[in-house]
């Protein structure tokens, strides 16, 4: 994965939130859906547990691009027959 802005994230991208005090667990989750004004995105999340909810990034969050799709998910192709 590569790290990528807030800005520039999108569908499919993993988030996570490094914890705010010590000993604190960072948490994960799926971007499913990018929502507000490009200068202003926020993200409807799954989080690891399945929960889904709104997340309006700050400076302690990390976006990763996926290299590959996940797993159980298939890239449509550029051409189709048909």
């Known amino acids: 994965m590569s790290k990528v802005t807030t800005h520039a994230a999108r569908v499919g991208d993993h988030v996570e939130i490094v914890g705010h005090r010590v000993g604190d667990a960072p948490r994960s989750g799926?971007?499913?859906?990018?929502?507000?004004?490009?200068?202003?995105?926020?993200?409807?999340?799954?989080?690891?547990?399945?929960?889904?909810?709104?997340?309006?990034p700050s400076s302690d969050i990390e976006v990763s691009r996926q290299t590959a799709p996940p797993a159980g998910r298939k890239r449509r192709s550029a051409s189709h027959s048909g």
């Open 30 to 56: 799926e971007i499913v859906e990018v929502l507000g004004e490009p200068a202003h995105p926020h993200f409807r999340v799954r989080w690891e547990d399945t929960h889904v909810s709104l997340l309006y």
